[in-house]
């Protein structure tokens, strides 16, 4: 039998120039959200990334009709524009429904809608959620299709900024004002490219306008327990959220339905820091600083930061009257964050799809307990759907195997304590 241990190790080339993993979610700026967010990892054992966003953008729905935050432009909508990326297997729809709950009970939710859908749903009530837990399916049907991608853009848009939204039909244009829409999509990494890289999703303000993340993996490290313990604070946290969506929203004319929210000013003290804050990213967006390459994501970095610190403010107390400096910290933290996620992610998009496929299968692989592996093993369990292809894995191991990552082992080395024709083995 072959000594595998014996076998020379050539040097890793790296598959993605300059690649870097996801920082750690800075969870403890969540301030009212945090604890619903670490019940939510534990009972889920999903990445603590996905947990948070699916409660901001819950907390941003129960949150928005009621108020609009001051920024350094005026007062601005309170709806936040979520965008999470992870593998199938990383437990999203769990997540959303271990903090959503019956949220859906409401009607005010969607998940893969059309412009006229949008207009439906928004006609019935002014505030509203796009939430898909497979955005796949948005990505890919008719709200994006060529002739309605720039549409559909313009409108979410204008939604995030809290402006009219118009629908040209056959009997004239309809026209929506005083509505609100928070938005989460949840996307495998395959189809990101859909979005993520689309030169018009970027130049017409869609994407700056998202919080992105993509996590790293925690597949490979749950651990079933014999006892799936109990999480009250994901209950508190789902029977706060439909306290606060049962509220009676501010909508003075029920004919029109719009929405008339109060204004949430900032505290001297937050006002002090937001101002700091927007200097500093703004001086870095010169040439040679550090957010050049991210201009537009850096752009709206202070107004993301004002909402953030709204929705956690009015989570924690809906009748409070101004954000303070403590939440305006988190806010900026968080909305900082992103940035540099969205600084990260961009970076990627340029290299080909192989070789980030190639790369994400080489963290995966690198997570698994052992060294030596089997075809079968990429393919029965590997994290996307795509690699699990014949044809996709060996040509995402050939890749591996050329940059230095992985190498074919000779005939009869033994594998789980079997003589393998074929096995492999990381470097």
């Known amino acids: ?97 271990c903090l959503a709950g019956n949220v859906d009970d409401f009607g005010c939710t969607v998940s893969d809608p059309t412009i006229h859908g949008l207009f439906r749903i928004l006609s019935r009530t002014p505030s509203a959620g796009l939430l898909s837990d497979e955005a796949g399916a948005f990505l890919g049907g008719y709200a994006l299709k060529p002739g309605q991608a720039q549409r559909t853009f313009a409108n979410l848009n204008s939604l995030w900024d809290g402006r009219q939204i118009r629908l040209a039909n056959a009997k004239g244009e309809t026209v929506l004002r005083g509505r609100r829409l928070t938005l989460h999509l949840m996307m495998q990494p395959t189809v990101t490219g859909k979005l993520i890289g689309d030169p018009m999703a970027e130049n017409i303000g869609f994407l700056p306008r998202c919080l992105i993340v993509e996590p790293e993996s925690t597949i490979g490290s749950r651990r079933i327990t014999a006892v799936t313990e109990s999480q009250p604070a994901a209950e508190r946290a789902r029977d706060w959220l439909v306290e606060l969506l049962s509220k009676a929203l501010p909508i003075p004319d029920p004919e029109t339905k719009e929405l008339v929210p109060r204004s949430l000013p900032l505290s001297a003290g937050a006002r002090e820091a937001l101002v700091a804050a927007a200097n500093d990213i703004e001086s870095a967006q010169a040439a040679g600083g550090t957010f050049e390459g991210v201009r537009a994501f850096a752009s709206k970095t202070a107004e993301n930061a004002c909402r953030i610190a709204g929705v956690l403010t009015l989570w924690r107390d809906p009748d409070t009257t101004e954000v303070d400096a403590d939440d305006m910290e988190s806010g900026l933290g968080l909305a900082l964050y992103y940035l540099h996620e969205a600084q990260r992610l961009l970076g990627r998009t340029g290299v080909d799809a192989n070789l980030r496929l190639a790369d994400d299968l080489r963290i995966w692989l690198q997570g698994r307990p052992g060294r030596t592996f089997l075809m079968a093993d ?7 759907r795509e690699m699990r292809k014949r044809a996709a894995a060996d040509r995402l191991l050939l890749i591996l195997e050329e940059h230095g990552w992985v190498r074919r082992l000779p005939a009869g080395t033994l594998a789980d304590g079997i003589p393998r024709n074929t096995a492999w083995s990381l470097c």
Do not use: W
């Not at 990429?378 to 996307?384: F, G, I, K, N, S």
């Open 1 to 97: 039998m072959t000594n595998i241990h014996a076998l020379p190790i050539p040097a890793p080339r790296p598959l993605v120039a300059g690649a870097r993993h996801a920082a750690p979610y800075p969870v403890h700026l969540l301030g009212p959200l945090r604890a619903a967010v670490d019940a939510a990892h534990r009972e889920t054992q999903a990445p603590l990334a996905i947990a948070a966003q699916s409660a901001l953008a819950l907390a941003s729905l129960a949150v928005q009709g009621h108020a609009n935050v001051e920024t350094l432009g005026g007062d601005r909508p309170l709806s936040l524009f979520c965008v999470t990326i992870a593998g199938s297997g990383e437990r999203k729809s769990t997540v959303d429904r």
């Open 378 to 384: 990429v393919q029965q369990r590997a994290p996307q």
